[in-house]
């Protein structure tokens, strides 16, 4: 495994896990209105599952093209 899909995917879970933190309302200031809580927190979430899905496609193509 190379270091393009190590980042990738640690980035990908760190990313998801700190959405979902923000979305239970761990992470964020008590200030903060719920409504932008919850919008970061989604829009987070599906950054996370976007980044997985990338980095897993280059990683399946990369492998097409080995062969």
Excluded: C, H, Q, W
């Excluded at 987070?44 to 080995?66: C, H, K, N, P, Y």
Aim: net charge positive.
């Amino acid at each position: 495994m190379d270091v393009s899909k190590i980042l990738g995917y640690s980035i990908s879970g760190l990313v998801t896990i700190f959405g979902i933190l923000v979305l239970t309302g761990l992470v964020v200031n008590e200030g903060m209105p719920s409504k932008f809580r919850i919008t970061f927190g989604i829009v987070l979430v599906l950054f996370g599952i976007f980044r997985f899905a990338v980095t897993r496609t280059r990683a399946s193509r990369a492998e097409r093209m080995d062969r």
